[in-house]
C-alpha cells in the first residue's frame, strides 16, 4: 500500500478505484475509493482470530492518510466484539484529526456484537454505501442479499 493514500489516490470525481484486495482463509476485503470516501469491503467471518487482517487493512488505511472511511459490513457473517471495539478506536482517531468513520451493516450479527462490545449508539450505521456516497451503479448490489455460502 502506498506510504501516502491520499497523495496518489486519484481525483474524487472518480467514481470507483480498487485500491487493495485480500483473501484469507474465510474473509476477503477490498479497499476502494469511491467518490473521496475510502471504502473497506469485508466479506466472510471477521472473528477474534480472522478478524485480525481486516484490523490490518483498517489502521494502514487510516496511518497513510484516509480521513473519510467507510467500513461495508453488510456481507459478514460472524464478527468477534474485538474486531468491533478495534473499529470503535479507528473511528475515535479519525473523529479527533476531524476525520469520519461509517458502517454499512445489513443483518443483525454486526448490531448483536455492536451491543456485546457494548458501544450500542456509537457508530454512524447505514444501509447501503449508496445512502453515503452516492449512487454508484452496482457498488451495492454485488453479493447483497445472499445469505449463507460465500457473500
Known amino acids: 500500500m502506498a506510504a501516502d493514500i491520499e497523495a496518489t489516490a486519484p481525483a474524487v470525481s472518480d467514481v470507483c478505484v480498487v485500491l487493495d484486495s485480500a483473501s484469507h482463509d474465510v474473509m476477503a476485503l477490498t479497499h476502494q475509493l469511491v467518490r473521496g470516501w475510502h471504502l473497506l469491503v469485508v466479506r466472510g467471518d471477521a472473528t477474534v482470530d480472522d478478524g485480525t487482517p481486516f484490523v490490518s487493512m483498517l489502521d494502514a488505511t487510516i496511518a497513510?492518510?484516509?480521513r473519510r472511511l467507510i467500513?461495508?459490513?453488510a456481507r459478514v457473517r460472524a464478527i468477534g466484539a474485538q474486531t468491533?471495539?478495534?473499529i470503535a478506536h479507528s473511528d475515535r482517531a479519525l473523529r479527533a484529526s476531524n476525520?469520519?468513520?461509517?458502517l454499512v451493516v445489513d443483518g443483525v450479527a454486526v448490531l448483536q456484537a455492536i451491543r456485546a462490545a457494548g458501544l450500542s449508539g456509537r457508530f454512524e450505521i447505514h444501509r447501503y454505501v449508496g445512502d453515503i456516497v452516492g449512487a454508484v451503479a452496482g457498488l451495492d448490489e454485488r453479493g447483497r442479499g445472499k445469505r449463507g455460502g460465500s457473500n
Not at 476525520?99 to 461509517?102: A, I, N, S, V, Y
Request: overall charge negative; hydrophobic content about 60%; proline content about 0%.
Open 71 to 73: 467500513v461495508d459490513l
Open 99 to 102: 476525520g469520519d468513520l461509517r
Open 64 to 66: 497513510a492518510g484516509a
Open 84 to 86: 468491533i471495539a478495534a
